[in-house]
């Protein structure tokens, strides 16, 4: 079932396959921000983990499929490690890669990068970048 508020869609669906997918439970979430105050990242995010959580909570597909946070993420799993409700959030925003992933989406595509970038950059960076960015 999917209800319309704001202009979001909100599916249960969506909260449904997450859950699946991570093998997480985003409903266990009590906001408290842990995640994100432990977060090495989350300066260069556009919503913090906690936010994103909320945005799961409430299966908002359409803004989860816009933002940036999950692309971000390094996958340090401080944020696991500290959270009060035992939810393995490094797995959400894995899931939350894999759902663009598995359309055959690049978030980067490596046959437009320079060859000066590719000159530059560390080769087990550029590994993992494709590891995790790429379908
Ligand atoms: S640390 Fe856990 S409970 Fe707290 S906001 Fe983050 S995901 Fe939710
Ligand atoms: S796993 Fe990702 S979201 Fe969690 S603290 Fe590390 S960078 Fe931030």
Redesign the pocket.
Known sequence: MTLRINDRTLSRESIKNLNELSGENVKLCMQCAT?TG?????AEMDYS?RKVMHMAQFGLQSKLEEIN??W?????????VKCPRGID??KV?EALRQQTLRTNTNYIEPSEMSAETIAELPQIALVAGFRKMTS
């Open positions: 995640c432990m977060c090495p990242m989350a983990p946070t999950y971000k993420c390094a996958s340090c799993h401080a944020c696991t959030i490094a925003m």
